[in-house]
């Protein structure tokens, strides 16, 4: 799904209007009409307080629509307008002239007022005050209002972004931002929904079609994708009946050291179940007989030294090289990365030390082949790029840093972002549960074997993000976020595969209806 900047839907609002012969008060009409269509479906008529606040802008407009038809329809409605400048919107007073003729409890106005309705905790409030136009701080006021809203506890609907909240920057101020339990957007959800800093603001989101002109949502080129089933499912290589192993790459896996093998136990396994058709594990002696006895399937390299890699030689050919779990940062193994970076043609996923090394000495990122995968936890990021002041400020870095040297990034987190130069992936898979102790390296093996079989690494890393994600979602259905492991995710990843090509369940009532 492809996520809109702000003047991409504005320019979206004028293609359509242009091209579909309507007025933008008629796409006002169809935006007000399908969030009315969303809350009746839910409510069916229940006469729960519904207080519906409307700004005097476009955003305004569309809760004065939803106002009038749930007014129309016998709601129990009350509409408040934040009288907070002279300036409305030609939409906003058509619709505001239009509820005034279909009820005589006209929109009551609050005029730079602390004295706000009272509201209680069962009531809905309806966020319309406003939309992703804001340029300009809050007025106290207005923030006292929202304050108010948070502390009644009742439900809090926004209507397509929680008022106060920018598209494109962290709020200096959150308590000048709405918090709210649910958000319905038009045309697609909004990058902020989806970044630590700012996705407090709304607990769920749900995207409203309000009939945009499909030749430009289908030809824009976004900024940023959001990645779910439907987008990774094209990306899916199936295999023929008389494919074999040699078909499907030789994976290396290189890393750990004493005390840490089963870090690269866990990215060998994971490469090997993502489809790898080989796997080889580079490791210090000391991982030789733990690494033989608990993953069989793997072919096994040593250095000479017992406790940590001091030299990386191996005589194979393989399709893709993980490197760094486990690995350390002992100045012999610094000296081996930098040979080994120096020679090497090979794509590579790179993770944990390996990303450490390259932190301690940046001059080693010019050696990295173009389109290499870096899959850094927070801490390890902040040492390649140094520190950031935001969401935004890290994304403008990751950036900066994935143009400079060619490579990908995965900034790992709830919703895993993958950065390739000004192109940004939200996974949208995975839960608390990968919040554990090597599922980072299984991240990193899951994107090696998907190279290993011919996946570009940009197809890897994106697919692979989703698949860990996904593999997470149905082990913890099992295991519960406290008790999933690492290893639960590679158990799993088989499932995650099959789930692409299973069809959604359809809703009880659907189903009910079909058996009558």
Not at 43 to 68: E, K
Not at 420 to 426: A, H
Request: negative net charge.
């Amino acid at each position: 799904m492809k996520l809109f900047s702000k003047e991409q839907i504005y320019q979206g609002d004028k293609l359509t209007a242009e091209r579909q012969k309507i007025s933008s008060t008629d796409l006002m009409e169809r935006a007000g009409m399908q969030i009315f269509n969303w809350i009746h479906m839910r409510m069916q008529g229940a006469q729960v307080p519904i207080h519906i606040f409307c700004g005097i802008g476009n955003n305004g407009g569309d809760g004065l629509v939803l106002a009038r038809h749930l007014i129309l329809d016998g709601y129990h409605v009350k509409t408040y307008v934040v009288n907070c400048s002279d300036k409305r919107s030609k939409d906003f007073l058509i619709n505001y002239d239009r509820i005034k003729n279909v009820t005589k409890d006209w929109p009551t106005l609050l005029n730079c007022t602390e004295d706000f309705p009272e509201i209680n905790q069962d009531d809905i409030i309806v966020d319309a005050v406003f939309g992703i136009g804001l340029n300009r701080p809050v007025d106290d006021w207005v923030k006292s209002l929202f304050m108010h809203f948070r502390s009644t506890k009742a439900f809090t609907l926004a209507i397509d972004i929680p008022s106060g909240l920018s598209t494109d920057k962290v709020p200096e101020d959150e308590d000048a931002v709405v918090w709210a339990g649910y958000t319905l957007s038009f045309a697609s959800p909004k990058l902020v929904f989806f970044l630590p800093d700012t996705a407090k603001h709304t607990i769920q989101w749900e995207v409203l079609d309000i009939g945009l002109d499909q030749e430009f949502l289908f030809e824009t080129n976004t900024e940023v994708d959001l990645i779910g089933k439907h987008e990774v499912l094209p990306l899916y290589m199936p295999r023929e009946k008389f494919s074999h192993k040699g078909q499907f790459g030789h994976s290396l896996i290189i890393g750990g050291s004493y005390g840490k093998i089963g870090a690269v136990i866990l990215a060998s396994r994971a490469a090997l179940s993502a489809g790898s058709g080989l796997i080889t594990t580079y490791i210090p002696k000391c991982g030789y007989v733990p690494l033989q006895a608990s993953f069989p399937e793997t072919m096994v390299v040593t250095d000479t030294n017992e406790e940590i890699i001091t030299d990386i030689k191996f005589n194979i050919e393989p399709t893709v090289i993980g490197i760094g779990m486990g690995m350390g940062t002992h100045t012999k193994t610094i000296s081996a990365f930098e040979a080994f970076l120096k020679n090497n043609k090979v794509p590579l996923v790179i993770d944990a030390d390996g990303i450490n090394i390259l932190s301690k000495k940046k001059s080693l990122l010019k050696l990295l082949p173009e389109q290499s995968i870096l899959t850094p936890h927070p801490k390890e990021l902040e040492r390649l790029i140094g520190t950031w002041k935001d969401d935004f400020d890290k994304l403008k870095k990751v950036k900066a840093f994935s143009k400079k040297y060619t490579c990908i990034v995965v900034i790992k987190g709830a919703n895993t972002i993958t950065v390739s130069n000004d192109k940004l992936y939200v996974n949208t898979t995975g839960n608390p549960g990968l919040s554990t102790a090597g599922s980072g390296d299984v991240l990193t093996g899951i994107i090696t074997g998907l190279i290993s079989q011919g996946y570009k690494p940009m197809e890897a890393t994106v697919f692979g993000v989703y698949l860990h994600g996904r593999s997470a979602d149905i082990a913890v259905e099992y295991f519960g976020y406290q008790s999933l492991i690492a290893s639960h995710i590679i158990d799993y990843l088989g499932e995650a595969f099959i789930d692409l090509f299973k069809q959604p369940e359809p809703p009880a009532e659907v189903e009910a209806e079909e058996k009558e």
